[in-house]
């Protein structure tokens, strides 16, 4: 009994030790302003709270979700190539080929791949 209470002590001063030299060690020096400051996608969080929303930062953001999508997508398409039936995985996979490049056209045509003007 006697032996196992001084084996959890032990246990417990190298563990309290260990601790005490992680947060010695990861401890961060400097406080600065910006590290401290949350952050806001798309805005700076020392200006007027007021601005107008960036409608650029929004279209990067559309454009990063549509592709984001598309991968989820044909994933799925390329791994289920050989359970299926070619006719029908082969016109599944042009039709949304096709429809992937018809949105890019789109948005080429409305401007939306101009990242500055």
């Not at 401290?36 to 969080?45: H, L, R, V």
């Not at 650029?56 to 979700?65: A, E, G, K, P, V």
């Amino acid at each position: 009994m006697m032996l196992i209470m001084i084996f959890c002590m032990m246990i417990n001063i190298i563990l309290v030790t260990l601790i005490t030299m992680i947060t010695f060690i990861f401890k961060k020096k400097k406080m600065k302003l910006n590290k401290m400051s949350p952050f806001e996608c798309g805005f700076n969080s020392m200006t007027s709270k007021r601005m107008p929303f960036s409608i650029h930062f929004f279209s990067i953001c559309m454009l990063f979700l549509i592709f984001d999508i598309e991968v989820i997508i044909i994933m799925p398409l390329i791994m289920s190539m050989k359970f299926s039936v070619m006719k029908y995985w082969l016109t599944t996979s042009i039709l949304l080929i096709i429809i992937l490049i018809l949105g890019l056209y789109h948005e080429w045509k409305n401007g939306m791949l101009k990242w500055t003007k």
